[in-house]
């Protein structure tokens, strides 16, 4: 009840957002959990892995009456599937499988192990995430840490982000991560990943993964010095500083490309795509990302600056019925979302199950992308804008920074509001120069445009990004 | 000796005509009341009379008066007493002093008890039918001794009354406490003036401990309900997944600032007037947490919460403040505060004249012949037996006359051992079990006995009285009979009327007698065995036959409707004979029973069912389960449809954080620890419980249901030749949906499939092994362990098994 009511609190004005995208329930059958680990959507069928070790074949999933098949069960957490060469590889906690249903009749007949060897504790919180294709064909999966009794004692490489080899063998690329539940590659090929914030981790936050990085969680560093890690040994890792010395101190400690406000952008964020082919117009290229706390799906834009990537996030949809482990692309321009809180509080009525997220069509009026220059910020919009209400008064900015320190999560430390002293509009009417003074780098800026309408008249669908200035172009 | 039992007996011998012929075919002469008077008339104690009488009528052993003086009252013993043996009420004052200066100090004490228990225990009695030998209102009792001494009394009734041998009922701590609070329900005092009773409530509650957070024991019924005075972990009922409860108040001596320490291995809180003051969460070994509170002096709210989950267990709490040191809690200060039961005070005074004057009828009455405790003066020698018999009066210091008169045909007559009809008979009246059992049409329950009972399930008075023990020697098998005496087996949870455990002995001598006296040629022949049979049992047991699951449960899964006897135990329980004519025809055997009559007709056919039947349930617990029945209340415990494995990967406790269980629909299941190669547990039964995996955070180490669990040697399941490890590279499924586990052995590629099969023993698992590309060694049991390794009919000795390049091995787990 509790929860409901903050939930109802932090709704903005709902209801606009049927305008645009609508959500859709996937009917589940009495007794069966849907606690999502994986979604694997293709044509009109499903699989989807669940955190119960099943694996269930969905067929006529856009139906009214989807027909399920337990494709297999047993697995150990499969939190994540990918299609490849005919096989289904799945992320389990122990290893990465491959399986596939030989005769066609929804069951998986064999399954095989690519590679396994990481170590488990027999902590449950040792979670295996991904897999996902990095630009050399190489399997990318990250490790989670473990909190709590370790019953079979103390395991390297969690906290890691690994590649597995062609042998079956895997390399420790990035260290520092603490419950990394998202991992994909980027059309481009890099490869990024999601973190939830905690000890360690100021601020949840969006990151790409770099062989050598160092992503400032201290809990398995001690595996760089096993021969598999591609990492350097970054030494003690000092607790209680700004980010930006954190940034400028720890040897390859790497900034994340965005840090997603907590509590002003849910709370724990996982499973993202791109949008590769525009399935939701307006946003083609853009990065959506479930919250596993606030069961919303949110936006991220992403530029390159100074051989970095940077950019910033943005709220896309609220409303899910579940706190979001994993999206995925179905068909119909549709965005599947797969939820469980187990372990966890989330926002909504349901404990398990799926949902998807339909563009009806109708563009919005909407804040669509925020980048760095010189200065200050461009904005871009959607649609055109209503020169009248582009002034600076329409517009307000702030920043802040982090600690990194060994407490769960840092506030924002040293908030300061941003004078922004011009708010020129382009001749399209799509976007928004602002010249703001005290950009900072390293600092998460808030950008909100409450004074702008549509060249309609209408407010924007939505008016607020939070853009993390690592770099500034040109500088 | 007039004991209330004692009397009821020979209300039972005037009632019942003439008991001798009772079980049929006995001594015609023979009278089992006499038999029994003579020896609880104790009469060859003091009588010489001869080997033969002596071995036959050798008399209960006494009451132990060690102590008695510090758990019964004076009042109680001057009455008791004047009815007992001492000719008045003055002699019955003298003995009562003479045994209070024996045996030193009254120790009784007042008890707090919790709300409700003494309604929980008056429940027990009418449910455990004490009253088919006890009377509704304790005569005396509450003026005799005091809730410890009364409930030690129930928990172990031999050590002060070895004549007891029927009275062991099984009663944990608990129970014991609440039956005795109920007997003593006249000593309740208004609480309001009651003075506060030292201990507070400590409950134990079995459960699985999570590895965070504050468990909600609540949501399981207490193991353990009762006082305690001090704070540790001796209530605990088990050593793993446990959490105790300790409720009451605590007395500040004097207001200031408290520290509490409390000290735990794994978790405490400690909760003062509901406010959290001490937090020592998580699992770990023995650390301490402290928490300081200010307090006024006066009586103060007061819960402690310990949980363990696994490892060592401890628990310590101390406090100190204003002009106390750090120190446990005095139990004084400690205290349950809710009801009090206050025994009667004791005159301290011992008046020495009557005292001696006790001592020298204690010896004239030859008290001290039965009363055999140390230091008791040796009696006078009395005549033999055949003198005494001899003389007309029979009159005896140390027996009624009543008694007298009642053994004397017993004692006249009898020389040699009893025939075994005859010995059985007397047993069972002797240790009343026909208070409650009926036998060849004598005995049974009080009207007013079996009123109290209650009805749990919806199975006539089949599901409520003690069984009719007619012919049960033939019906049921010689091991079982032993197994429910000795308190091993309870096939009928739902008779709430207590059967007491009996001692070893005791339960060897009364198998072998049902067995002797009722068991008929031929009665143990089982039918074939056949997988065909067995299939064919299954089918008629579930809903595409006769549906026996709407009223049986089956291997612990519950029935459709009334939960009936388990039919997994009917195979160790009943004959085969038997088992067949209560099949065929209930009604003939059991009047009135709600067993249907499935068969209108006892042919061929209908017998050739009935055996069908029994094969099935030859597969014991491990039986697959019938059409209509399986599943659990619990979300998450995990079994087999029937038709395909379940497969279940978790963390295994004591193997590793990779394992998958395989549990089969013959309901023989096994775990494979992928981690280390290795073919690791096997059991049957019930599969699995999720919820440790499934749960919240689960990420439990999980242990199997069921029964039968072994755990194979260590080590992976397979070498190669030249050493190399051997590793999991993935599985198959077969058509069934079984896995075909794959191995990298050295250059090998192995396929292990262990798949259950069904034999005239039980089950088996079949472990089917193929190499290719090289030879392994297949490592197998120890021949001197639990579970043979069998190959081509012959165990192997060896303990391994070498399997050559392109060869495929059937081995054979049998346990």
Redesign the interface.
């Known amino acids: 009840m509790v929860m409901l009511s903050l939930c109802l609190a932090l709704l903005p004005q709902g209801p606009a957002d049927d305008r645009f995208v609508e959500i859709v329930d996937l009917p589940q059958p009495e007794g069966v959990v849907l606690e999502v680990g994986g979604i694997l959507a293709r044509g009109q069928q499903l699989l989807v892995s669940t955190r119960r070790g099943e694996v269930w074949q969905i067929d006529d999933a856009y139906g009214d009456a989807p027909r399920y098949t337990l494709y297999t069960e047993g697995l150990q957490e499969p939190l994540g599937l990918l299609e490849k060469d005919g096989w289904v590889y799945v992320a389990q906690r122990g290893e990465l499988s491959r399986m596939r249903d030989v005769d066609g009749d929804g069951r998986m007949d064999e399954l095989e192990t690519v590679s396994g060897g990481w170590p488990l504790s027999g902590n449950y919180h040792e979670y295996c995430f991904g897999p996902t294709v990095a630009d050399d064909g190489s399997l990318w999966l990250t490790l989670n840490k473990p909190f709590g009794p370790e019953p079979f004692g103390k395991a390297d490489w969690r906290g890691w982000a690994i590649r597995v080899e062609p042998d079956g063998s895997f390399r420790g690329v990035a260290a520092g991560l603490r419950s990394p539940a998202g991992v994909n590659t980027a059309p481009w090929g890099d490869v990024f990943y999601s973190d939830n914030q905690g000890e360690w981790c100021a601020n949840s936050k969006f990151a790409h993964l770099q062989i050598g990085d160092f992503h400032g969680h201290p809990h398995g560093i001690d595996s760089c010095k096993l021969p598999e890690s591609l990492v350097e040994f970054p030494g003690d890792v000092p607790s209680g500083i700004l980010i930006d010395e954190a940034a400028r101190t720890i040897p390859h400690y790497t900034l994340p490309a965005v840090w997603i406000p907590y509590d002003k952008l849910g709370r724990s964020p996982a499973g993202f795509v791109w949008d590769t082919e525009g399935a939701f117009p307006p946003y083609e290229g853009h990065v959506f990302m479930g919250d596993q706390y606030s069961s919303e799906v949110m936006r991220l834009t992403l530029e390159k600056v100074d051989g970095r990537w940077q950019g910033a996030c943005y709220p896309f949809r609220r409303g899910l019925k579940c706190g979001i482990t994993r999206v995925a692309w179905g068909t119909e321009g549709s965005l599947w979302a797969g939820m469980t809180n187990r372990g966890w509080p989330s926002i909504g009525p349901a404990k398990d199950g799926l949902q998807r997220i339909r563009w009806k069509g109708e563009t919005p009026c909407d804040l669509v992308e925020v980048t760095a220059r010189q200065g200050g910020f461009t904005l871009r919009f959607t649609t055109p804008v209503d020169p009248e209400t582009v002034a600076p008064a329409s517009f307000a900015v702030r920043n802040w920074t982090y600690k990194h320190h060994s407490s769960y999560g840092s506030p924002p430390i040293d908030t300061k509001t941003l004078d922004v002293t011009a708010a020129r509009l382009s001749e399209d009417g799509l976007h928004v120069e602002l010249d703001v003074d005290g950009c900072t780098l390293t600092r998460v800026h808030e950008i909100e445009a409450p004074g702008v309408r549509s060249a309609g008249g209408e407010e924007l669908w939505h008016a607020i990004a939070w853009y993390t200035l690592n770099a500034v172009p040109g500088a | 000796m007039r004991l209330p039992a004692l009397l009821a007996l020979f209300a039972l011998v005037a009632c019942g005509g003439d008991p001798g012929s009772g079980t049929g075919g006995g001594s015609p002469s023979f009278s089992a009341a006499a038999e029994l008077a003579a020896v609880q008339g104790r009469c060859v104690t003091c009588h010489d009379a001869g080997s033969q009488r002596a071995a036959r009528f050798v008399p209960h052993a006494a009451p132990s008066l060690v102590g008695i003086g510090t758990r019964a009252t004076a009042e109680w013993l001057n009455g008791f007493l004047a009815g007992h043996y001492a000719t008045d009420a003055a002699e019955a004052a003298d003995l009562t002093a003479f045994l209070r200066e024996r045996s030193g100090v009254p120790a009784l004490a007042a008890a707090g008890i919790g709300g409700g228990q003494i309604d929980q225990g008056g429940r027990l009695f009418a449910e455990a039918g004490c009253a088919a030998c006890h009377a509704q209102e304790p005569a005396g009792l509450a003026t005799k001794t005091d809730l410890d001494h009364l409930a030690a009394f129930l928990v172990d009734p031999r050590t002060t009354r070895p004549d007891l041998r029927t009275h062991d009922f099984g009663l944990d701590g608990s129970q014991a406490q609440a039956l005795a609070a109920w007997m003593l329900r006249a000593q309740l005092v208004d609480a309001g003036d009651a003075p506060p009773a030292s201990g507070l409530i400590c409950e134990c509650f079995e459960m699985r401990i999570p590895?965070?957070g504050i468990p909600e024991v609540d949501s399981v019924a207490p193991s353990f309900r009762g006082r305690a005075d001090t704070i540790d972990i001796q209530h605990r009922t088990r050593n793993l997944n446990y959490a105790l409860r300790f409720t009451g108040s605590v007395q500040i001596p004097a207001g200031g600032a408290w520290t509490f320490h409390a000290g735990a291995d794994d978790s405490a809180w400690l909760w003062i007037d509901g406010e959290m003051v001490v937090r020592n969460p998580?699992?770990h070994p023995f650390q301490v947490r402290s928490g300081t509170v200010d307090l006024a002096p006066g009586w103060h709210d007061f819960a402690l919460l310990y949980t363990q989950a696994g490892g060592g267990d401890k628990l310590t709490l101390e406090w100190e403040g204003p002009n106390v040191e750090r120190q446990a809690i005095p139990s004084a200060a400690l205290s349950a505060r809710t009801e009090t039961l206050v025994p009667p005070t004791f005159g301290a005074e011992i008046d020495a004249t009557a005292a001696a004057r006790g001592a020298e009828a204690f010896t004239a009455r030859r008290c001290g012949a039965c009363h055999a405790d140390e230091g008791f003066t040796e009696p006078a020698a009395s005549p033999s037996l055949d003198a005494v018999l001899a003389s007309s009066t029979g009159a005896c210091p140390g027996a009624t006359a009543d008694l007298v008169a009642a053994a004397r045909p017993a004692l006249s007559a009898g020389a040699a051992a009893r025939a075994p009809r005859d010995e059985l008979h007397y047993r069972m009246l002797r240790d009343g079990c026909l208070s409650c059992h009926v036998r060849d049409g004598e005995g049974g329950m009080s009207a007013a006995a079996q009123e109290a009972l209650v009805e749990v399930e919806d199975l006539g008075e089949e599901g409520r009285l003690p069984p009719d023990l007619t012919k049960v020697g033939h019906r049921l098998r010689r091991s079982w009979i032993e197994a429910v005496l000795k308190g091993d087996v309870d096939a009928r949870a739902y008779v709430r009327a207590r059967m007491p455990h009996l001692s070893d002995d005791e339960a060897v001598a009364y198998a072998a007698l049902f067995e002797t006296v009722d068991a008929e040629p031929g009665d143990e022949v089982e039918p074939a065995f056949s997988t065909e049979a067995a299939v064919e049992g299954r089918r008629i047991a579930g809903n595409d036959g006769f549906a026996c699951i709407a009223c049986h449960a089956v291997a612990g899964f519950r029935s459709t409707g009334p939960q009936g006897m388990d039919l997994a135990i009917q195979h160790e329980r009943l004959k085969p004979v038997w088992f067949r004519e209560w099949l065929l025809s209930p009604s003939v055997h059991r009047p009135g029973t709600r067993m249907p009559t499935f068969w209108p007709v006892a042919d061929d056919k209908a017998k050739a069912q009935a055996d069908a039947v029994r094969v099935w349930l030859s597969l014991g617990n491990a039986m697959p389960l019938p059409k209509g029945i399986g599943g659990s209340d619990s979300a998450y415990v995990l079994e087999s449809d029937g038709e395909r494995p379940?497969?279940?990967?978790?963390?295994l406790d004591g193997l590793?954080?990779?394992c998958?269980?395989?549990g089969t629909p013959e309901r023989t299941h096994y775990a494979y620890d992928?981690?280390n190669a290795r073919l690791a547990w096997l059991w049957r039964g019930a599969f699995m419980d999720?919820k440790g995996?499934?749960?919240?955070?689960?990420?439990q180490?999980i242990r199997p249901l069921g029964e039968n669990w072994v755990t194979l040697p260590d080590g992976p399941s397979f070498r190669a030749a030249g050493g190399a490890a051997a590793k999991?590279?993935?599985?198959?499924?077969d058509a069934d949906?079984y896995p075909i586990w794959?191995l990298q052995v050295g250059a090998a590629s192995v396929e292990d499939q262990p798949r259950p099969r069904w034999s005239a023993e039980g089950s088996e698992l079949v472990r089917r092994v193929t190499a290719q590309g090289g030879g392994v060694v297949l490592v197998v049991p120890p021949a001197d362990g639990p579970v043979k390794a069998i190959v081509d009919g012959s165990p192997v000795t060896t303990g391994e098994l070498a399997i050559e390049d392109g060869q495929t091995v059937e081995v054979i787990y049998r346990w």
């Open positions: 590895a965070e998580g699992h379940r497969l279940h990967g978790a963390f590793s954080a990779r998958m269980a395989v992928l981690a999720a995996t499934w749960d919240g955070r689960a990420g180490l999991v590279i993935g599985h198959r499924l949906g794959r």
